[in-house]
């Protein structure tokens, strides 16, 4: 009996009934011939019949999870191969042949003829079934970024706004944006009227930006949400998240009036003051008595003040005598040891050449400035300031003139000759259209003259122009070397001569 098959008792030649159909076969652990076989086993029910395919139809792309976006034709292999690849459970049968079955162009559908060979009760099955890909509307990263902010894609909006006729503090804002890399995450950053708008596809993102600014600038943020879609059978809920910021309404070189109780937090300092910084806090400064102080964004939007005088307004004195103050009586408080306090007597611009008197004032700029010199200061026995705590104060009390910065002369030599060119933010941001109001300019030259700005900016080398020679004659403060860093592609033309640049 050596001849016996061990497993089935029967002779390897000998023949069994298939019980169910009767047709004689081979004997097998089902005792069923194949056709019976493929009628109760499907040897392609664990691979579904209906997948979703994800296709961008602005660059005509589809999804190739899980985030690489891939270009293919209609019925071309890397289409084919795309399709197969979304076929869960294909892996554990074998893969035969596969093929396209015409479908209209527009119709939303793809549909694919695949053969695979499964193994049932130890016998070979070979099955053929059609697979239907449908096609659904998905924006692609890159497109989002190209279309966000006009269409629906975004999912987060961060507004930046302040209130102040200049836009100085966003140039500054988009500088210290660049030097940290701020602004690589959104999708889209656009200019609106009195600050920028940027554009994220994730809530986190945005979010993100929220807390830089908080660390970097004075202000205070709300956030609002808008019910975009509502998926009733699973309960899900899909937001547009917006968060506004509000900047200080408080800039650089401003004369303000402080509230009372302000006045008493920085140790009964002067209700007028300077603002001389604007950082993470508001630098305040008594231009009398050198003293100082700071108020970080809480305090300030606490009980918020206005400038009783802007840069722009401020006029132009000529100073005819200067005398630095020897013994300053100093009480307690903080006080500042970057000025030197002077007694000085000044003349507008329009009253040289006349028998219009000098007028005395003390001023914090006895350092920097010398007969002769031009200054810009707040006329305030001429000024009709509209401010309910400047009117309270005391006229006895208060100074006839501030004087604020001093001013260089040859403005347009100065801008031709400037040794630094500073990166924008694309995407039409503030800073690549320049004001007709040089508020441009005059950030370029703040820059200059205050080294503790220039430590949240990333200054670029500019190359010498032919007139470059003539434009280092004039006298005024200048950018070193030392600070200018190398490697900037130049995407903007060159400036004009009133220093606006050229596209």
């Not at 197969?84 to 079955?101: E, M, P, Q």
């Not at 005398?323 to 000085?344: I, T």
Request: net charge neutral.
């Amino acid at each position: 009996s050596s001849g016996i098959n061990a497993e089935y008792g029967q002779a390897p030649d000998q023949k069994i009934l298939c019980c169910e159909c009767g047709t004689l076969i081979s004997p097998n652990p089902a005792n069923m011939c194949v056709a019976c076989i493929r009628t109760r086993v499907d040897v392609s029910e664990h691979i579904p019949k209906q997948v979703v395919l994800h296709f961008c139809r602005f660059c005509e792309r589809y999804l190739q999870p899980p985030s690489t976006w891939i270009a293919c034709a209609l019925e071309s292999r890397e289409l084919l191969a795309l399709c197969l690849k979304k076929l869960k459970g294909l892996n554990k049968v074998r893969l035969v042949d596969a093929s396209f079955i015409w479908t209209e162009p527009h119709s939303k559908r793809i549909k694919v003829t695949v053969t695979i060979q499964g193994e049932a009760f130890g016998t070979i099955l070979q099955q053929q079934f059609v697979v239907e890909y449908t096609v659904h509307y998905q924006m692609c990263e890159v497109c989002c970024k190209q279309k966000g902010s006009d269409g629906e894609a975004w999912k987060a909006l961060v507004q930046i706004r302040q209130r102040t006729i200049h836009k100085k503090t966003l140039f500054y804002l988009e500088q210290i944006i660049l030097k940290h890399s701020m602004h690589k995450d959104a999708m889209n950053i656009k200019e609106m009227e009195g600050g920028i708008n940027f554009y994220y596809n994730a809530k986190n993102n945005a979010r993100k930006m929220v807390d830089f600014l908080l660390t970097m600038i004075p202000c205070q943020y709300k956030t609002s949400q808008e019910l975009v879609s509502h998926d009733i059978q699973s309960n899900v809920f899909n937001y547009k998240y917006t968060f506004f910021v509000e900047i200080t309404r408080i800039c650089k070189d401003e004369v303000v009036c402080l509230p009372l109780s302000v006045s008493r937090y920085l140790n009964h300092m002067s209700q007028v003051a300077i603002c001389t910084r604007i950082s993470d806090n508001i630098h305040l400064m008594d231009p009398v008595t050198l003293k100082i102080g700071q108020l970080n964004a809480g305090q300030y939007f606490r009980d918020q003040f206005d400038a009783i005088c802007h840069q722009k307004q401020l006029r132009e004195f000529m100073v005819m005598n200067i005398e630095p103050v020897r013994n300053q009586d100093k009480q307690y408080g903080s006080y500042s040891h970057k000025h030197r306090l002077a007694d000085v007597w000044v003349l507008p611009l329009n009253s040289l050449g006349t028998d219009d008197e000098e007028i005395h004032t003390r001023t914090h700029l006895g350092n920097i400035i010398q007969e002769g010199d031009y200054v810009l200061g707040f006329d305030v026995a001429h000024a009709v300031v509209n401010n309910a705590v400047f009117d309270k104060l005391k006229q006895s009390q208060l100074p006839d003139i501030i004087l604020v910065k001093k001013i260089y002369s040859e403005k347009v030599k100065r801008n031709k000759g400037r040794n630094f060119r500073l990166k924008h933010l694309r995407n039409n941001s503030v800073a690549e259209t320049v004001t007709d109001d040089g508020d441009y300019n005059d950030f370029l030259e703040d820059l200059e003259e205050d080294p503790e700005l220039r430590k949240n900016i990333n200054l670029y080398k500019r190359q010498k122009p032919q007139w470059m020679a003539e434009a280092e004659e004039v006298i005024a403060p200048k950018v070193g070397v030392e600070e200018l860093l190398d490697d900037l592609v130049l995407e903007m033309g060159d400036a004009d001569e009133d220093g606006n640049m050229l596209t």
